[in-house]
């Protein structure tokens, strides 16, 4: 079994990661810890009444083999020392923390699959607007087919959480994220990313209305998108139009691709706290350590 730790678990992220995690079969929960909340974790995390009996605890209580950390501030060199039986050996995974050093694997398991895989022993996770947005554009910059501005109309519901923070004088961190991504994959990338996001009641999910300019016709394009991937076990290409109802509660991002003109036009809609967060980090965690990728993550749409 697994051992992991998770630091700040009783913020959204952690949350949702705790619910996950006690019904993966790989994974044992050694602690919840949380500098803020105490007592039965259960009182706190929705849908695990019955499940477990741990309470969050102020310090980590045990070795563990991958620390999930939830906190905007790195996990410390001394806290890991503190923590890992052997410091060397243990996995990380930063899922809000910013600034992190180059040795961090961007977490988008789609772009970065193989790295995950080979050893990586750190990550750094992927905003969900971001994640939406790369997802629709990574077939593209694969083929070298991004040349134009980037323009993206992103709606989140009023009842979900907020994905996008703007800095001063109205830019969004989200851009500068979205095009390095994308020059992972297409190191000639160099053009704007414009954000214009849109709170809509009504669902609790992220749709990301994603605009390229592009020549192909889209009966040419759609192809690409679903040999990109479908060797991958979260990411579907629908013919039909996509609605978040379709996602909530699940892994699984869905795109669909149309043209007006000849601007190419892909919709993304994901779950914000699953596919967006805490899914994502089981995600990289799976890679991690050599297990199939759906393993904890066969969860079914919980429609509104």
Known sequence: MIKVGILEAATAHGAELVRILLNHPDIQLEWAQ??????????????????????????????????????????????????????????????????????????????NRKALVRGAMTARHVTPLAMAVE???????KHLMLNSPVRVAASVGTNGPRTISRRAGGTLPECDEIASAMRLAQSSFFQPVDIVEMRCG??????????????????????????????????FVSHDAVDTRDVLGTNKCLLHVDKDGDMLRITSVLDPRVKGAAGNTVHILNLMFGLHERTGLAMKANPE
């Open 202 to 235: 009504g669902t609790e999910g992220l749709m990301a209305v994603v605009s390229v300019q592009c020549s192909m016709p889209v009966g040419e394009v759609r192809p690409l998108y679903e040999k990109c991937y479908d060797d991958h076990n979260f990411v």
């Open 34 to 111: 949380s500098s803020v909340t105490q007592g039965p974790v259960a009182a706190t995390v929705r849908g695990i009444a019955g499940d477990t009996t741990m309470s969050f605890c102020r310090l980590p209580l045990a070795p563990v083999d991958i620390i999930i950390n939830c906190s905007q501030e790195p996990v410390s060199s001394e806290s890991v020392a503190a923590i890992a039986a052997d410091p060397a050996k243990v996995r990380i995974i930063e899922t809000a923390a910013t600034d992190l050093p180059d040795t961090f694997v961007y977490g988008l398991c789609e772009l």
């Open 135 to 141: 997802l629709a554009l990574l077939p593209l910059a």
